[in-house]
Nanobody
Framework: QVQLVESGGGSVQAGGSLRLSCAVS?????RAWFRQAPGKEREGLAR????????VVATSVKNRFAISQDNAKNTVYLQMNSLKPEDTGLYYC?????????????????WGQGTQVTVSS
């Protein structure tokens, strides 16, 4: 049984930083972070291979966000720097039992409950 629990969201001013954490239980091959802003589709931000640590970061956030993991703690992180008001949204941790080569939400069978990030100008 895979369970994902996010933490670390909150309110920050533009230009600030936040680090989100996702506690992962169960076997997964790919872990990822998505976000969903009001009225918008869910957007893939970054994914990481559970074994190799290989990462892919979406072009839209490539120079500001980074994904990492600590397998000893079974935790995946999303470091977010230079935050902008348009980064506001509900941030989700997701996981797949197989290697995922895309940010298609349908490829990820496990989701956390989400953590809110609000960036004020």
């Amino acid at each position: 049984q895979v369970q994902l629990v996010e933490s670390g969201g909150g309110s920050v001013q533009a230009g600030g930083s936040l680090r989100l954490s996702c506690a992962v239980s169960g076997n997964t091959m790919t872990r990822a972070w998505f976000r969903q802003a009001p009225g918008k589709e869910r957007e893939g931000l970054a994914r990481i291979h559970a074994s190799t640590g290989g990462t892919v970061v979406a072009t839209s956030v490539k120079n500001r966000f980074a994904i990492s993991q600590d397998n000893a703690k079974n935790t995946v992180y999303l470091q977010m720097n230079s935050l902008k008001p348009e980064d506001t949204g509900l941030y989700y941790c997701a996981a797949a039992s197989r290697v995922s080569i895309s940010f298609n939400p349908a490829a990820f069978g496990y989701w956390g409950q989400g953590t809110q990030v609000t960036v004020s100008s």
